[in-house]
């Protein structure tokens, strides 16, 4: 396939044109295409194209949108990943990306000082565009920065050929060409240069000077400036007819192409910029970083790339720097002071750097800002931090004497200088096998081991690496002699082994962290070991609770985590919400062993246990209330650290500690599905024998998940375990939600009888206890046991009783599942109206708090069957994909009855085969009465069976009905959203 961007969309597939129609269906293919190397998720998309007037259905119109595109380009083109969603096609596939590399090709050329070469790529690369970059987004928020980055390159691109062209001495076609262009760009004062210096060297020096004149009159009449000092510079050398006209150019593009000019164009020191090495590896990722940074290296500003020793500051300058080597006349020069010792030599590295000569009778910094004073030139100054004292008044200089340069720094600490621009340089994300550290780590292990295959290993190697690519570097030769599983086992040994072949301080991980270490305060210092025992992220409360060992040191933790993250030590996150810290693995690693050889492990050990079983105690009481929303996002951020506290726990036979972390995040673990982790340790914690109150609630916590993972008898033993624990501890609440818990365990093993004896038990204890959540749980589980039609009716008061107390005191989770076991009562009664309306109310619950147990499995379906019910099958089809997803990693597998049913359901509106074979898929799961797993629809199921007989015969639906238990749900759904997106099917429906 083929996709033109540098004009109006084009899509051609083997020469034909297939481009979507609608304005917003192009714009989406137009941002996939422009973020290709990403994955850009549904929130991303629905910001991109609706912007802050987001319609309430922009997430359904959105996936329909992909529907759509995924049928017009394939699903091998249109491909998911990670929660993302991207176009799979090379850069040769894009014209705006060939454009790129031609233009790239033409830099390399004329560095090459081959004009020849020159012309015949920048011609190629200008004839790919049609009109305007991304002519159907114009003025779209998203595709303002490619736009920008675009057309800029368009422009350096077009000076590149004029340059060229001039120096070939094809001078006329040069002045035929900027005449036309500055028709369209009257205010690019590059244009206006080069057309003087054409006109000069056509020997028409009247019309170069008209020339000046015009630029002058537009600059003035448009936006109120003087010419800049080249073009006033340039006017006075035609009016002298100075002989380094004749030498501008000459063989070559120097000055255009930013290998900066030789010879002075009005006296001062004579420049022979030296710019940085290209690097022999290709760059992985960071291009939304270059892309972002591009438009931020501005004449008279400073911009410095700050980051912890070894993310890549450097790399990311040098790439950066190629960008906009053409936009600087006068070159671009690279300091580098990693071999500077003493702060005094840096005027003379830069010297150096700038190509001047020592003049003996002026300083170094002297020579230097007189050389800049009326130059076009980007300065970089690399590796500024042990001499920053320096690096400050050189830069200041600079940029004082010469308002035409910019200076580029990277520093693992700020300059600290008014007016600086600071850029994190973030490291590489380790999030799953696409991510770039996984790639950077997998690419170079290739090039050094061809045999090397990526497995899953590499991505919990990369993320122990934490994203640095300078530790990527140092791992990747290994792999030629070890495995990645052994290397992950080693890599304390491997890292400080290092590789011989660095600089020194880049040789050994430790050396790197060791530089930063040895430059903090001891306050400052003894936070920063201190803050090694918590993993992954941290609040401020955390921090102040954990590090100091006095409360007198309290205060200082804040104003230590500033200049750590000054010094690029700790990554401070205070965009979203309240400020979040987090040290890189490879960081929090050296600064655990230092807080070991501190002789301070075990304090700090035990001040983080206590502080993280109060915030699991929290998480516990405020889970499944009103507050849940807040509190589940809580427990995902604190879930590595409150792991870590529990391990310490363990570790230390901790028993009431282990059991009281484990407990509290029991209800946190139901919510995410996530029994197999939770039963693992409520089980671990139990069998160091904790307090019977403790042992209690941990009982009920483990009871719960066992139900999750359909161990029924295991539950039930759990449970009668926790009544007895409870009476022990004299605890009636804790024994009433035992008691309760007993009741819903034999309510799900039908066991009628003992359920509603336990729950109505349960009941009356909530009730006298002023617990009216407990109280509305017996009545909804109370309703799940009815058997019959007759039952359930007696039951149904309950359940609305049920609802109102859920509602009233704002205990959103069973809310949501009070409306979708109402929302299926209405639809066993077909009245689908009111069934919207309650499964609507479940399903926002659901998404808005990110439930993932069976609730939202079971409320999803239900919405489907609705939704199909009311002439939208299109709707329940995406409805039930969401619930695939979330049923996919859940252990039990009640839920895909209900699911099954939905998708006979919708099926019903599609096609009789289908349907046929959606109903033996959802028989052969079925349990011989309540299908559902809570209410029996087998009404519904026989009138669904009449309905495929009818259609294809008894003989015929036998059959399917025999091949649909044999199937994979997901690829009956996947069969239906084909069906429903046929043109006849959509006409019918139309129709109806």
């Not at 056509?202 to 015009?214: C, E, I, K, V």
């Amino acid at each position: 396939m083929e996709f033109r961007l540098l004009g109006p969309l084009e899509v051609l597939r083997d020469g034909r044109r297939v481009e979507p129609s609608g304005a917003k269906l192009r714009a989406l293919l137009i941002d996939l295409l422009i973020h290709r190397a990403q994955f850009r998720s549904s929130r991303q998309l629905v910001e991109d194209l609706w912007g802050e007037h987001q319609p309430s259905t922009a997430p359904g119109v959105l996936r329909n949108y992909l529907s759509q595109l995924r049928d017009l380009l394939g699903p091998e083109v249109l491909v998911r990943r990670g929660g993302g969603y991207g176009i799979d096609v090379s850069a040769d596939d894009l014209d705006s990306e060939r454009f790129e590399q031609l233009a790239a090709l033409a830099r390399v050329a004329d560095r090459d000082r081959d004009p020849t070469a020159v012309i015949g790529l920048t011609t190629t690369a200008l004839s790919l565009w049609r009109g305007a970059a991304l002519a159907d987004v114009d003025g779209a928020e998203f595709a303002l920065p490619h736009v920008a980055r675009l057309d800029e390159l368009r422009a350096t691109t077009l000076e590149l050929q004029m340059e060229a062209l001039i120096a070939a001495g094809r001078t006329g076609e040069a002045i035929a060409a900027l005449e036309e262009r500055l028709v369209v760009d009257p205010l690019r004062e590059r244009h206006w240069w080069l057309l003087m210096v054409a006109q000069y060297r056509s020997g028409r020096q009247a019309d170069a000077l008209r020339s000046y004149q015009r630029a002058r009159s537009e600059l003035a009449e448009r936006i109120g400036i003087e010419p800049g000092a080249e073009l006033r510079e340039l006017e006075l050398a035609i009016l002298d007819q100075r002989r380094e006209l004749h030498g501008l150019l000459r063989g070559s593009t120097t000055a255009g192409a930013g290998a900066g000019s030789t010879t002075p164009v009005a006296g001062g020191p004579v420049l022979r910029p030296r710019p940085p090495r290209g690097y022999r590896t290709p760059l992985v990722g960071r291009q939304a970083d270059l892309e972002e940074l591009d438009a931020r290296v501005e004449a008279g500003t400073l911009l410095t790339l700050t980051g912890v020793g070894g993310v890549g500051k450097t790399r990311l300058a040098v790439e950066l720097v190629e960008r906009l080597r053409g936009r600087w006349p006068d070159g671009i020069a690279f300091v580098d002071l990693a071999p500077v010792v003493e702060e005094g030599t840096v005027p003379a590295a830069a010297l150096v750097a700038l190509g001047l000569d020592e003049e003996p009778i002026r300083p170094p910094l002297d020579t230097i800002t007189r050389a800049l004073a009326e130059r076009r030139l980007l300065l970089v100054v690399d590796n500024c931090e042990h001499v920053v004292a320096a690096a400050v008044r050189l830069v200041d200089a600079v940029i004082e004497a010469a308002p035409g340069c910019a200076v580029l720094a990277t520093s693992r600490v700020p300059l600290d200088m008014a007016g600086e621009r600071i850029w994190s340089v973030a490291p590489l994300a380790a999030d799953d096998e696409s991510s770039d550290s996984v790639r950077m780590l997998v690419e170079r292990a290739v090039a050094v081991n061809p045999g090397f295959r990526n497995d899953h290993h590499t991505v919990g190697l990369a993320r122990r690496l934490g994203g640095l690519p300078l530790a990527i570097e140092m791992v990747a030769p290994w792999t030629r002699t070890l495995s990645t599983a052994d290397i992950a086992d080693r890599l304390d040994q491997l890292i400080s082994i290092g590789d011989p072949a660095r600089p020194e301080r880049q040789r050994r991980m430790a050396a790197v962290f060791d530089w930063s270490d040895g430059r903090l305060d001891d306050a400052t210092r003894t936070v920063f070991h201190r803050l090694g025992v918590f993993v992954g992220d941290f609040d401020l409360a955390a921090a102040e609770a954990v590090v100091p060992a006095e409360e007198s040191e309290r205060p200082g933790v804040l104003v230590a985590l500033g200049r750590l993250v000054d010094h690029s030590l700790v990554i401070a996150e205070t965009s979203r919400g309240p400020s979040r810290y987090r040290l890189l693995e490879p960081v929090r690693q050296f600064a655990a062993e230092r807080l070991v050889d501190d002789g301070d492990d075990a304090p700090v050990r035990e001040r983080h246990l206590r502080h993280y079983r109060a915030v699991a105690v929290e998480i516990g009481r405020h889970a499944a209330g009103p507050a849940a929303t807040a509190w589940l996002a809580r427990a995902d951020h604190e879930l590595p650290n409150l792991r870590a506290a529990h391990d310490q726990a363990l570790r230390t036979a901790g028993a009431d500690d282990a059991a009281v972390i484990a407990g509290g995040l029991y209800w946190y673990w139901w919510i995410r599905a996530s029994s197999t982790e939770g039963i693992d340790r409520l089980s671990r914690s139990l069998a160091l024998r904790p307090a019977p109150r403790v042992s209690a609630r941990a009982r009920i916590g483990l009871a719960s998940l066992l139900i999750q993972a359909d161990r029924s008898a295991e539950a039930a033993a759990q449970a009668e375990a926790a009544v007895e624990d409870a009476r022990v501890a004299g605890d009636a609440r804790l024994e009433a939600h035992a008691i309760g818990t007993v009741g819903r365990i034999a309510a799900d093993r039908r066991q009628t009888g003992l359920a509603e004896e336990m729950l109505r038990d349960a009941r009356h204890r909530f009730e006298s206890h002023g617990n009216p959540g407990g109280a509305a749980w017996c009545l909804m589980v109370l309703f799940t046991v009815a058997g019959s039609a007759v039952d359930r009716a007696a039951a149904l008061p309950g359940l609305r009783r049920a609802h109102e107390l859920y509602t009233e005191v704002g205990m959103l989770w069973g809310r949501a599942w009070t409306s979708a076991l109402l929302g299926l009562v209405e639809i066993r009664e077909d009245r689908f109206d009111a069934a919207d309306d309650f499964l609507t109310t479940a399903n926002r619950l659901v998404d808005d708090n990110g439930l993932r147990d069976e609730l939202a499995v079971y409320t999803k379906s239900y919405l489907a069957v609705v939704r199909a019910g009311t002439g939208h099958p299109r709707a329940a089809a995406a409805i039930l994909r969401q619930a695939w997803t979330i049923a996919a990693g859940f252990p039990d597998r009640a839920p895909y009855v209900a699911w099954f049913w939905a998708l006979a359901e919708t099926a019903a509106a599609a096609s009789p085969e289908l349907l046929a074979r959606c109903l033996g898929a959802h028989l052969v799961r079925s349990p011989e009465v309540d299908p559902t797993h809570r209410m029996d629809v087998a009404e519904r199921i026989t009138a669904l069976r009449t309905t495929a007989v009818a259609a294809l015969g008894a003989d015929r639906a036998a059959e399917l009905f025999e091949a649909g238990a044999r199937e994979d749900g997901l690829h009956m759904l996947g069969e239906l959203d084909s069906v429903l997106d046929r043109p006849r099917h959509a006409d019918r429906l139309h129709a109806r």
